[in-house]
């Protein structure tokens, strides 16, 4: 059962808009400000890989892009939907969050809104920290996908 302080209540609605901020970010600008969301000291264990550091991360989504820019069928159009967001606070500054992630990807198809089936859906585990300005930031991402959708 969820009890929170009123501090620890903002808390977690300032951590659920930097999880959407997350989400758009990789949504609309496929990464390319993702530094804005990240602390610099961030693990991003992400395709197998950690990318530690704030550069490393926004290295990742650069060449992410540039290699999907080059297919075929260009940038897919991606959106992440969020759901059932979990909070534990560690310290009133850092907390353990959770939540369920279903990806929508036209990646791998001509892109376009003829698509319904999501790619994948995920449980997503962070970290994050509330730095000396007072904004929440993501320390650590990892996640494990449930179901993963197969193209052909």
């Not at 620890?8 to 997350?22: D, R, S, T």
């Not at 290295?59 to 991606?78: D, I, M, N, S």
């Not at 967001?85 to 009133?92: A, E, W």
Request: net charge negative; with cysteine; aromatic share 8%.
């Amino acid at each position: 059962m969820a009890k929170f302080t009123p501090e620890q209540a903002v808390a977690v609605a300032e951590i659920q808009q930097l999880i959407n901020e997350w989400s758009f970010e990789l949504d609309v600008d496929n990464g390319a400000n993702i530094g804005s969301v990240i602390t610099e000291d961030c693990s991003y264990l992400v395709r197998g890989g950690a990318r530690i550091g704030r550069a490393a991360v926004a290295q990742f989504y650069k060449e992410r892009l540039e290699t999907l820019a080059a297919t075929p069928e260009g940038v897919p159009v991606h959106r992440h939907m969020l759901a059932n967001l979990r909070v534990k606070f560690n310290s009133t500054n850092e907390a353990s969050i959770g939540f369920s992630l279903i990806y929508f990807s036209t990646a791998g198809v001509k892109a376009g809104t003829k698509h319904a089936d999501p790619a994948s859906t995920a449980d997503v585990r962070m970290e994050v920290r509330r730095g000396a300005d007072g904004e929440w930031l993501i320390a650590k991402f990892d996640s494990t996908p449930s179901f993963i959708r197969t193209i052909g």
